[in-house]
């Protein structure tokens, strides 16, 4: 089992939906990241959060430390949201990364 | 602007060859990073460096090398003796070296793919 697990792997969705991706993780962590990753490989760090909620724009990223457990929302959900969102924890002095979920935002 | 770039952006290898990937940034970041991406897994650490003139193997560090010469270049050496070279390598760089508590940020990646 990996420590980083995300859902879905997959998401299509049309424009204007509401979007939640989800990130389980097995291991004590004292941060956790949100990254996206465009069409052409480039990664944006989204979000790092440690507890609670964290928001911009149109996301939002919350996570439950003793449920092990973060979520990112995309509220009124465009096509330019379209990429790869990756979980990252962060470990015993290193980053464990999800395997991302491709999310693809139809007009 | 400040940023990290990387070069090139396709890189070819042949049998036996060893390639050099190259990342720069100006941000002024202490610590720098180098990833590996594989379809369908996460990313996967293969070293990084805090300070210049130090580096750390990371989970995947065998057939690479890395030097740190200067604060603002990290390149990564892809040997021969790497023999499943192919995959998208992925190069960041952090404020401080605090094990990866601080925002990283990316370079837009290099593409590598064996002849």
């Known amino acids: 089992k990996n420590e980083v697990e995300q859902s879905p792997q997959n998401l299509t969705a049309q424009e204007g939906e509401f979007i939640t991706i989800n990130c389980s993780y097995s291991?004590?962590?004292?941060?956790l990241h949100w990254l996206q990753q465009h069409p052409g490989g480039g990664i944006v760090s989204l979000f790092m959060?440690?507890?609670g909620k964290k928001k911009h724009g149109r996301l939002i990223a919350t996570i439950n430390i003793q449920e092990k457990h973060s979520s990112l929302h995309i509220t009124a959900s465009h096509p330019r949201d379209s990429a790869v969102y990756i979980c990252?924890?962060?470990?015993?002095?290193?980053?464990?990364f999800g395997q991302g979920t491709r999310l693809t935002i139809n007009p | 602007d400040g940023g990290i770039t990387q070069s090139p952006k396709y890189l070819f290898r042949k049998e036996g060859q060893n390639v050099t990937l190259s990342c720069e940034q100006n941000?002024?970041?202490?610590?720098m990073y180098w990833y590996r991406q594989d379809p369908g897994q996460g990313l996967r650490l293969i070293y990084y460096?805090?300070?210049?003139?130090?580096?750390q193997k990371g989970d995947i560090a065998e057939g690479y090398s890395v030097s740190r010469e200067k604060k603002e270049s990290f390149p990564l050496t892809v040997t021969s003796a790497q023999k499943n070279p192919t995959a998208f390598y992925l190069c960041?760089?952090?404020?401080?070296?605090?094990?990866?508590?601080?925002?990283?940020?990316f370079g837009p990646g290099t593409r590598l793919l064996v002849l």
């Open positions: 460096s805090q300070i210049v003139n130090d580096f």
């Open positions: 291991v004590g962590i004292s941060a």
């Open positions: 941000l002024n970041h202490d610590a």
């Open positions: 959060l440690s507890s």
């Open positions: 960041a760089s952090s404020a401080q070296d605090s094990f990866f508590q601080e925002t990283q940020y």
């Open positions: 990252a924890v962060r470990g015993a002095q290193k980053l464990v």
